[in-house]
């Protein structure tokens, strides 16, 4: 039996699917592929399905992957990606099918492009000059404080037209998983920036050594 990873874009409209929702997408777009993809066993057999990171409401992605399971023994990964592309919904868009490569565990480090209006860069430039960035971190065992200057020392940017950039890397991994929204949630109570104001996209996935996740 193969583990296959299938890569994804989810843009635009595409960003407000929850993952519950993606869930069922996948689900019913997998079976409509007519794919030869594993099924639980058991009273209620479906899909195994396994998503590395989920991803926040509102976000967007050039990295998303779901790893699924098949028995063919020669799958054409070409065929695969072309059969799913056909009946996406929109903002879905399939980049890469093929056999995994790195466990899913292995991931690191989440990479985003934080995009503002230039006039940001007033509220970025006062974060910098901060010594200290204390965020309250939301979590299923319960709340804790975070030190965002131990992460995100500086924000670097850059600017283009009325647009400014932020490029970053944060923690992903099991034991410490940091949302950029901790960033701009403080950006806005300690500067007034709005947070709606900020597109997130996330680039790419790192492990611990840097090592591009693919």
Same mark, same amino acid.
């Given at each position: 039996?193969?583990?296959? &990873?299938?890569?994804?874009?989810?843009? #635009?409209?595409?960003?407000?699917?929850?993952?519950?929702?993606?869930? &069922?997408?996948?689900?019913?777009?997998?079976?409509?592929?007519?794919?030869?993809?594993?099924?639980?066993?058991?009273? #209620?057999?479906?899909?195994?399905?396994?998503?590395?990171?989920?991803?926040?409401?509102?976000?967007?992605?050039?990295?998303?992957?779901?790893?699924?399971?098949?028995?063919?023994?020669?799958?054409?990964?070409?065929?695969?990606?072309?059969?799913? #592309?056909?009946?996406?919904?929109?903002?879905?868009?399939?980049?890469?099918?093929?056999?995994?490569?790195?466990?899913?565990?292995?991931?690191?480090?989440?990479?985003? &492009?934080?995009?503002?209006?230039?006039?940001?860069?007033?509220?970025?430039?006062?974060? #910098?000059?901060?010594?200290?960035?204390?965020?309250?971190?939301?979590?299923?065992?319960?709340?804790?404080?975070?030190?965002?200057?131990?992460?995100?020392?500086?924000?670097?940017?850059?600017?283009?037209?009325?647009?400014?950039?932020?490029?970053?890397?944060?923690?992903?991994?099991?034991?410490?998983?940091?949302?950029?929204?901790?960033?701009?949630?403080?950006?806005?109570?300690?500067?007034?920036?709005?947070?709606?104001?900020?597109?997130?996209?996330?680039?790419?996935?790192?492990?611990?050594?840097?090592?591009?996740?693919?």
């Amino acid at each position: 039996m193969i583990t296959v &990873r299938i890569s994804f874009e989810k843009k #635009n409209e595409a960003s407000y699917i929850s993952l519950l929702d993606l869930q &069922r997408v996948m689900q019913r777009v997998l079976k409509r592929s007519g794919l030869p993809v594993w099924h639980t066993l058991g009273f #209620n057999p479906h899909i195994y399905m396994t998503f590395a990171c989920p991803l926040s409401l509102g976000q967007e992605s050039e990295c998303e992957c779901v790893d699924v399971k098949t028995e063919a023994e020669a799958p054409d990964f070409e065929q695969w990606k072309a059969a799913l #592309n056909a009946i996406m919904p929109a903002g879905i868009v399939i980049t890469h099918v093929g056999p995994v490569q790195m466990k899913a565990d292995l991931i690191a480090y989440a990479c985003y &492009r934080i995009t503002y209006p230039a006039a940001a860069a007033a509220a970025l430039d006062a974060y #910098n000059a901060l010594e200290s960035a204390p965020v309250e971190k939301h979590g299923k065992k319960g709340n804790k404080i975070i030190e965002l200057k131990d992460h995100i020392p500086q924000v670097e940017y850059t600017t283009e037209g009325d647009s400014l950039h932020i490029d970053l890397c944060m923690p992903a991994a099991q034991e410490l998983n940091l949302n950029p929204l901790l960033l701009t949630g403080f950006l806005e109570e300690k500067f007034g920036l709005p947070a709606v104001s900020a597109n997130i996209l996330r680039k790419k996935f790192l492990a611990a050594d840097k090592q591009l996740f693919v």
